[in-house]
């Protein structure tokens, strides 16, 4: 083979090899809406690129891919891009920083402190997206987790790992029930997801819900409703991975994501921009696909655990809408909050008898199951009652577990309202219980 045919034969190896790979730089093709399509780049959904505008930097990540280019969403705003910017790619997905130096810090979904502090120091930087653990090696739910919160420590127990969703329509005090479970857990570490919260109260819920030594042990994951979608969809996934990272250390994680419907009407915006269709109620087939992506990677794993409160904005206090219904058959328990208890005065407005733990045969002894149901039965009997006994039609001796509801009723209202500062222990959650339902223990 003379010297010019083998030249030849390398340029044409060469151009093969070259068309071959990823190209790592495209142009800005149009901006409609939230999304930017991009021509000329090759690059895989959920990767890190650079966009070069007029006023610097700007961070996005791929979020569909087509045959000529992707689609991506900006980690900021869109002021300033222009057809023809040049986009490349890092080759890498989102990364953020995760470990003992987190504590006590307020960050953004990204990873940078809002709090006016320097960079944490003694951190790893770990990628967002993660694995659930495997389920047979995970721990199974079998120790109580107190949250301080008298009602739900005996009526609704929760497990170190359990999963448990705050169902509730907005203004009944999810936000203060929120940081009395915070306030009063026992676990070691705290990491809360503020998603779409209104920007003037997300520093009422850090100065007001929490205490300065709920504060020291707490990560605090921030975007508010004016951050972009992109944004808030990853607000979530980044304080669930710097969870995962401390219980990879063996701690016990208290997991708060407020809300879950925020995310996934984040997530529709972003499913949107991308082309894809609406179905169920407007909401895309991948929102329903992300929820459980999302909620099965908390919980118990090999040694520590997260136990995670999600809150979930139902629509028009309808419990059936469709995320509240998907997340509640994908969680281990939820906390039902009622308006009209709300509007009554009584806080934390839980209401009992709609609520559920699936691990309360597992958290609970025999004794303390016995005396949680027997205060349900009671309450159930003073809801079959209570309209016959508000327009005088009950007869005394008709009932005796009626009889008793309607004795017992203002020291049952008594026991279910707390204040927002008061932390109960679990034994003293017991031990009045028992006093009001005339047990010895």
């Given amino acids: 083979m003379n010297s010019s ?24 093709s149009d901006v409609v809406g939230l999304g930017i399509g991009i021509r000329g780049l090759s690059a895989a959904v ?20 087509q045959r000529d280019g992707v689609s991506a969403m900006p980690l900021g705003t869109t002021a300033g891009v222009a057809a023809g910017d040049p986009v490349r790619r890092t080759g ?34 770990v990628p967002v997206e993660a694995s659930a653990p ?69 520093r009422e819920f850090i100065e007001d819900t929490l205490d300065a030594e709920a504060r020291s042990r707490t990560v605090l994951v921030v975007a508010t409703a004016d951050d972009p979608a992109l944004l808030r969809v990853t607000a979530a996934f980044t304080a669930t991975r710097i969870a995962e990272w401390f219980r990879d250390q063996g701690e016990d994680v208290l997991l708060v994501v407020d809300s879950v419907t925020r995310t ?65 058959g994908i969680l281990d328990g939820h906390v039902v909050l009622s308006r009209d208890l709300a509007t009554a005065g009584h806080f934390p407005s839980i209401d009992v008898l709609e609520s559920v733990s699936r691990v309360e045969r597992a958290v609970l002894t025999e004794d303390e199951r016995q005396l949680a149901l027997t205060l349900r039965r009671l309450m159930a009997s003073w809801r079959d009652v209570r309209e016959l006994v508000e327009v005088g039609a009950y007869v005394n001796g008709s009932d005796p577990v009626a009889d008793a509801a309607i004795r017992l009723r203002p020291a049952i209202d008594n026991f279910l309202r707390q204040r927002p500062d008061e932390a109960i222990p679990v034994r003293q959650s017991w031990t009045e219980l028992a006093a009001l339902l005339g047990v010895r223990r």
């Fill in 46 to 65: 959920n990767e890190l690129l650079t966009i070069e505008t007029s006023a610097g930097q700007l961070p996005a990540q791929v979020i569909a891919v």
């Fill in 264 to 328: 996934a009407m984040a997530q529709r915006e972003v499913a949107l921009a991308a082309g894809e269709p609406p179905a169920t109620r407007g909401y895309p087939a991948s929102v329903f696909a992300m929820l459980p992506r999302l909620l099965e990677r908390s919980g118990p794993g090999q040694n520590g655990s997260i136990t995670a409160l999600y809150t979930v904005l139902v629509e028009g206090d309808d419990l059936q809408d469709p995320i509240g219904d998907t997340v509640r």
């Fill in 134 to 202: 495997n389920p047979l090696l995970r721990r199974r739910v079998d120790d109580a987790l107190p949250t301080g919160v008298r009602a739900i420590d005996t009526l609704i127990p929760v497990g170190a790992g359990q999963r448990v969703g705050i169902m509730a329509g907005s203004g009944v005090g999810k936000s203060t029930l929120l940081g009395m479970a915070v306030r009063g857990t026992i676990a070691p570490v705290r990491v809360v997801a503020l998603v779409g919260e209104r920007g003037r109260e997300v």
């Fill in 5 to 28: 045919l083998a030249q030849e034969l390398r340029q044409r190896l060469g151009a093969a090899a070259g068309a071959a790979s990823p190209r790592a730089e495209g142009r800005v």
């Fill in 92 to 125: 890498d997905q989102l990364r953020v920083p995760a470990g003992y130096g987190m504590m006590n810090r307020i960050i953004d979904p990204l990873g940078r402190p809002i709090d006016g502090k320097p960079k944490p120091t003694g951190v790893t930087m």
